[in-house]
C-alpha cells in the first residue's frame, strides 16, 4: 500500500528561519485522527501545535574537549537565548562530528558565524528549544591530532567521548541527537554502533553505506571523484584556517592544531590504492572503515534514524540499503535532488533549494521531537517511506510506501534489438522492445571520449559544481550504442532499481561497460534518468554478507577478477542507481551502453582500442529489467 501527496509547492506554518514555504496538498493526505480541527497537525511535511516555538535567539560559544585518549577537539555551542543570554533551562542536543569546519569565517565581514547562522534547519531546532553543538573530527580545522583515516576506530571512539560530555553539561537534559549530511551522515551511523544510552535518534542525510562501492563502483575507480574530495578536505585541514575557539585570541592553540594535521592520511594515494575490497592496510580497509562492516555494532546500538536521501544523490542505492539492513525504529525520504545542489540546475535551483530546505526542517524537527521530547506527533504511525515520483528533473508529486522494493512492483524485461555502432551524424537505431529480438549482434570500437559531463552527480558530490546539470545527451549517444523503445502509449513509472544484462564479447580482456537509462521527448532532446557500471573482470556475483535488496554484488576481492577471453560472448549483469521516473506518454525509453566515462572515472589503457560486441536473440539476449510501479497505485491506495 501507498499514499500520495499531490503538491506543487510546499506550505507550512511553520517560520523556518529566513524562509516560510506553503506545503499544498490535494486527496491521498492521511488522516491525522482529528487533530486537525484541534489544530494539531503532524504529517509529512507539516507540522502544528505540537511543538512551540519559544525562542527567536541564540548565542555561540566554543571551547576544546578533550577526548579519552588526551586530543583536543574544537567544539562550537549554539544555544537558545532571550535578550542575549542563553537560557540556563536543560534542554535535547543535537550535535554533528563534521570532517569540513565546524563553523564558518565570512569573507566580506570577518564574522564568524556558527553552523546555526548559515542553516535554516538548525534555526528551527533552536526555536523549538534544541541545544545544537558541531564539532571538528580529529585533524580537521581547529581541532588537533592527526585524521589517520577516513571514519577511523579513533575518529569513531570520539564520538562517544563527545556524546557523554554534552550529555552531561548543565544546559543538557542529557537526550542526544545527530544531524548532518554525507561525512556527517555516515558519522552518525558510526556514532550509533558506540552505543552511548544518550544517543536516541540521529537524521542522517545522504550519507554512504559502503565505501569500496563509492570509489571503485564495479571495479572502476572513480578518480575524478576521490581527486576533487581529497584536495578539498587537504585544502579544508591545512590552508583554510578555522575560527579559532573562545580564548585563543592570536590562534596560538589553532596554529598547534594545524601543524599536526601536516601528517594527516593521503586521502588520494590511500583510495586509489584500494582497487580491492580486501585491501588492507594500518590506514585503511573496508573492514574497519567501511560503514556497512559495521551493521552488527550499529545496529546493536539500536538508535531510531531518518534516512534522507535523494534521486539523484551519489548515494541513493545507499540510502535504500541503510533500510533494508537497519534493526531500530526508522523512516526514509527520498527527494528528487542531488547530494550537494537541490536539484536538476535549472533557473528554478534556488526555489527548489528553498523547498528542500523546509521539507528537511520540518521533519527533522518532527523526529526529534518525539525521539528527544517524547511528544507523540504520531510520525512513527506513517508509512515508512516519502519519495518524489519524478514528472521531470528536479519536480514530482510526493507519494509514500509501507515497504521497498516498492509492493507493486512488476519487473518487465526490455530486449535490445537491431542496434547497430555509434554514429557522429546520427543516434544510431537500436530498438528497446518487450518482445525477444532475433539473434545478431552490435559491433562497437572503444571510445574514450563519452562522458556524463562535468557537471554530474558526482561533480555536485564533492564541490565540483554548484549546481547538477546534465546535459542534452544526444551528442554523447551518437558516440555510443543505444537502444530506444517506441513513443509510449502512456505515462510509464519506473520505480526502484534497473538491472541490465549485457551478453558481451570484446577483443581485448577487460573492459570498462557503462550503462545509461535516458528518456527521450517528441523533438529527440534526451535527458538523463540513471546510471550503472561494471569492470568486465569483476563480473563474478558472490553472495552479499548484507541485504542487498536483490540486487547482482560484485565482491571485488583481490582473486576475485576473471579476465575476458577475446571473442567468447559473456554475460555483464549490473545494476543501475535507483530512481522513480514517469516516462510521458509520447516519449520514448533509451539504454545506451558506453565503454568510458570521461569526466567522471578512470581510462583502462588495456582496453584501448578493442572492439565490443552487444548480442542479442533467444541464447544471447542482452536487456534491462526496469521495476514498473501502476502510477496510480499511490493514490487509490491509501492508509497504512
Known amino acids: 500500500m501507498s499514499q500520495s501527496y499531490r503538491c506543487g509547492r510546499f506550505?507550512?506554518?511553520?517560520?523556518?528561519?529566513?524562509?516560510?514555504?506553503?506545503?499544498?496538498?490535494?486527496?491521498?493526505?492521511?488522516?491525522?485522527?482529528?487533530?486537525?480541527?484541534a489544530g494539531r497537525i503532524s504529517e509529512f511535511g507539516r507540522y502544528e501545535g505540537h511543538s512551540e516555538e519559544r525562542f527567536s535567539e541564540w548565542v555561540r560559544s566554543s571551547q576544546y574537549v578533550t577526548t579519552s585518549d588526551g586530543t583536543r577537539?574544537?567544539?562550537?555551542?549554539?544555544?537558545?537565548?532571550?535578550?542575549?543570554?542563553?537560557?540556563?533551562?536543560?534542554?535535547?542536543?543535537?550535535?554533528?562530528?563534521?570532517?569540513?569546519?565546524?563553523?564558518?569565517?565570512?569573507?566580506?565581514?570577518?564574522?564568524?558565524?556558527?553552523?546555526?547562522?548559515v542553516s535554516p534547519d538548525l534555526q528551527l531546532l533552536v526555536?523549538?528549544?534544541?541545544?545544537?553543538?558541531?564539532?571538528?573530527?580529529?585533524?580537521?580545522?581547529?581541532?588537533?591530532g592527526r585524521y589517520t583515516g577516513i571514519f577511523s576506530p579513533e575518529e569513531t571512539r570520539d564520538a562517544y567521548d563527545?556524546?557523554?560530555?554534552?550529555?552531561?553539561?548543565?544546559?543538557?537534559?542529557?537526550?542526544?541527537?545527530?544531524?548532518?549530511?554525507?561525512?556527517?551522515?555516515?558519522?552518525?551511523?558510526?556514532?550509533?554502533?558506540?552505543?552511548?544510552?544518550?544517543?536516541?535518534?540521529?537524521?542522517?542525510?545522504?550519507?554512504?553505506?559502503?565505501?569500496?562501492?563509492?570509489?571503485?563502483?564495479g571495479g572502476i575507480y572513480r578518480d575524478d571523484f576521490i581527486e576533487h574530495w581529497g584536495k578539498l578536505t587537504r585544502d579544508l585541514d591545512v590552508n583554510v584556517a578555522a575560527p579559532v575557539v573562545d580564548g585563543d585570541v592570536e590562534g596560538v592553540q589553532r596554529a598547534e592544531a594545524v601543524a599536526e594535521h601536516q601528517g594527516n592520511w593521503d586521502v588520494i594515494d590511500e583510495l586509489a590504492a584500494a582497487r580491492y575490497r580486501d585491501h588492507d592496510t594500518p590506514s585503511y580497509a573496508s573492514k574497519r572503515n567501511s560503514p556497512s562492516q559495521q551493521l552488527l555494532a550499529i545496529n546493536s546500538g539500536f538508535v531510531p534514524a531518518y534516512h534522507w536521501g535523494g534521486w539523484y544523490d551519489t548515494f541513493i542505492k545507499d540510502t535504500l540499503r541503510w533500510y533494508v539492513n537497519y534493526s531500530a525504529p526508522q523512516k526514509v525520504g527520498i527527494g528528487p535532488w542531488s547530494h550537494g545542489a537541490s536539484s536538476w540546475g535549472d533557473d528554478n535551483d534556488a526555489t527548489r533549494r528553498e523547498e528542500r530546505i523546509a521539507l528537511r526542517s520540518i521533519e527533522q524537527l518532527r523526529w526529534f521531537d518525539h525521539w528527544l521530547k517524547g511528544i507523540e506527533?504520531?510520525?512513527?504511525?506513517?508509512?515508512?517511506?516519502?519519495?518524489?515520483?519524478?514528472?521531470?528533473?528536479?519536480?514530482?508529486?510526493?507519494?509514500?510506501?509501507?515497504?521497498?522494493?516498492?509492493?507493486?512492483?512488476?519487473?518487465?524485461?526490455?530486449?535490445?534489438?537491431?542496434?547497430?555502432?555509434?554514429?557522429?551524424?546520427?543516434?544510431?537505431?537500436g530498438v528497446l522492445a518487450t518482445e525477444l529480438a532475433e539473434e545478431g549482434?552490435?559491433?562497437?570500437?572503444?571510445?574514450?571520449?563519452?562522458?556524463?559531463?562535468?557537471?554530474?552527480?558526482?561533480?555536485?558530490?564533492?564541490?565540483?559544481?554548484?549546481?547538477?546539470a546534465y546535459p542534452d545527451m544526444v551528442a554523447n549517444d551518437r558516440k555510443s550504442l543505444t537502444y530506444t523503445?517506441?513513443?509510449?502509449?502512456?505515462?510509464?513509472?519506473?520505480?526502484?532499481?534497473?538491472?541490465?544484462?549485457?551478453?558481451?564479447?570484446?577483443?581485448?580482456?577487460?573492459?570498462?561497460?557503462?550503462?545509461?537509462?535516458?528518456?527521450?521527448?517528441?523533438?529527440?532532446?534526451?535527458?538523463?534518468?540513471t546510471e550503472g557500471l561494471l569492470r568486465a573482470s569483476h563480473r563474478t556475483h558472490l553472495e552479499p554478507p548484507?541485504?542487498?535488496?536483490?540486487?547482482?554484488?560484485?565482491?571485488?576481492?583481490?582473486?576475485?577478477?576473471?579476465?575476458?577471453?577475446?571473442?567468447?560472448?559473456?554475460?555483464?549483469?549490473?545494476?543501475?542507481?535507483?530512481?522513480?521516473?514517469?516516462?510521458?506518454?509520447?516519449?520514448?525509453?533509451?539504454?545506451?551502453?558506453?565503454?568510458?566515462?570521461?569526466?567522471?572515472?578512470?581510462?583502462?589503457?588495456?582496453?584501448?582500442?578493442?572492439?565490443?560486441?552487444?548480442?542479442?536473440?533467444?541464447?544471447?539476449?542482452?536487456?534491462?529489467?526496469l521495476p514498473i510501479v501502476p502510477d496510480e497505485a499511490a493514490v487509490t491506495a491509501g492508509g497504512l
Open 11 to 37: 506550505t507550512s506554518a511553520l517560520s523556518i528561519g529566513l524562509l516560510a514555504f506553503s506545503w499544498a496538498c490535494g486527496s491521498g493526505t492521511p488522516d491525522v485522527g482529528g487533530e486537525a480541527a
Open 73 to 117: 577537539l574544537a567544539v562550537d555551542v549554539v544555544r537558545p537565548a532571550v535578550d542575549g543570554v542563553a537560557t540556563d533551562e536543560p534542554l535535547p542536543v543535537v550535535w554533528t562530528h563534521s570532517r569540513y569546519h565546524r563553523a564558518f569565517t565570512d569573507p566580506e565581514t570577518g564574522q564568524v558565524l556558527s553552523i546555526v547562522d
Open 127 to 144: 526555536h523549538h528549544g534544541y541545544v545544537v553543538a558541531a564539532v571538528g573530527v580529529r585533524g580537521s580545522g581547529a581541532s588537533y
Open 162 to 217: 563527545i556524546i557523554e560530555w554534552l550529555a552531561t553539561q548543565s544546559w543538557s537534559d542529557g537526550n542526544v541527537g545527530m544531524y548532518g549530511g554525507s561525512y556527517l551522515g555516515i558519522t552518525q551511523y558510526r556514532a550509533a554502533g558506540e552505543g552511548h544510552p544518550a544517543l536516541k535518534a540521529i537524521f542522517p542525510n545522504v550519507a554512504a553505506f559502503d565505501l569500496h562501492e563509492i570509489t571503485h563502483s
Open 377 to 429: 506527533n504520531g510520525i512513527m504511525n506513517e508509512h515508512p517511506i516519502h519519495y518524489v515520483q519524478m514528472d521531470s528533473p528536479g519536480t514530482g508529486t510526493w507519494h509514500s510506501t509501507n515497504g521497498w522494493p516498492h509492493p507493486q512492483e512488476t519487473r518487465v524485461r526490455y530486449f535490445f534489438a537491431g542496434g547497430a555502432s555509434g554514429s557522429v551524424d546520427s543516434v544510431n537505431d
Open 441 to 468: 549482434a552490435d559491433r562497437y570500437q572503444t571510445d574514450y571520449t563519452t562522458t556524463t559531463g562535468t557537471m554530474s552527480r558526482w561533480d555536485n558530490a564533492v564541490g565540483g559544481t554548484d549546481r547538477m
Open 485 to 529: 523503445t517506441e513513443p509510449l502509449a502512456g505515462d510509464l513509472l519506473v520505480a526502484g532499481h534497473p538491472i541490465v544484462t549485457l551478453w558481451a564479447s570484446s577483443s581485448a580482456s577487460d573492459g570498462h561497460f557503462h550503462v545509461l537509462l535516458e528518456e527521450v521527448d517528441e523533438a529527440g532532446a534526451s535527458t538523463y534518468v
Open 546 to 625: 548484507w541485504n542487498n535488496l536483490g540486487l547482482p554484488w560484485q565482491r571485488s576481492n583481490r582473486d576475485d577478477p576473471v579476465p575476458l577471453t577475446p571473442g567468447e560472448p559473456t554475460q555483464l549483469r549490473f545494476d543501475l542507481h535507483p530512481t522513480a521516473n514517469v516516462f510521458d506518454a509520447g516519449h520514448r525509453i533509451r539504454v545506451v551502453v558506453m565503454t568510458a566515462d570521461l569526466d567522471n572515472t578512470e581510462e583502462l589503457a588495456s582496453a584501448d582500442g578493442a572492439t565490443i560486441e552487444i548480442l542479442r536473440g533467444a541464447e544471447h539476449g542482452s536487456s534491462i529489467e
